[in-house]
């Protein structure tokens, strides 16, 4: 039976920690070095170059202490949370549901950093989950005029 809803837990307090390095280490020695042996490594980099913005890269795991991989098949209505432990736990909701209220408990407040990601998930959402993206038993859908595929 699926456990409670990620909202029905008590908010959990987090310290994030940082500093500022002094040199510019190779990137993909750090994250080979670091990273690329794990089951769920992960590598993000700006795609947008904007000044004071993209010179920011993101590299992890999930082999902390505190890391979870999240699954779900949409329409299932169970979301199975494996823990840093390995131990498997099914919750009731969505996927958005769970994220919703995990990241909302998992809120770890950082004033001085220099960019705007303060830590969060990271994975991919297939198209198949638009069967959950039900409004009032009615198909939700967004009309947009920018086109899906453009060529200049």
Known sequence: MPAERASDRPAAEYELHHRRLAVEPDTETVFRDLFSAGTHAFWLDSSRVERGRS??????DASGP????????A??????????DG???EVRGT??????DELERRRTPSRDLPFDFVCGYVG???YELRADSCLNGVWWTRISLIPTVKFG
């Open 55 to 60: 010179r920011f890269s993101f590299l992890g």
């Open 66 to 73: 505190l890391s979870e991989t999240v699954r779900y098949r």
């Open 75 to 84: 329409g299932s209505g169970t979301v199975a949370v494996t823990g840093a």
């Open 87 to 89: 131990a498997t736990t």
């Open 95 to 100: 996927v958005f549901d769970y994220l919703h």
């Open 124 to 126: 991919y959402l297939g």
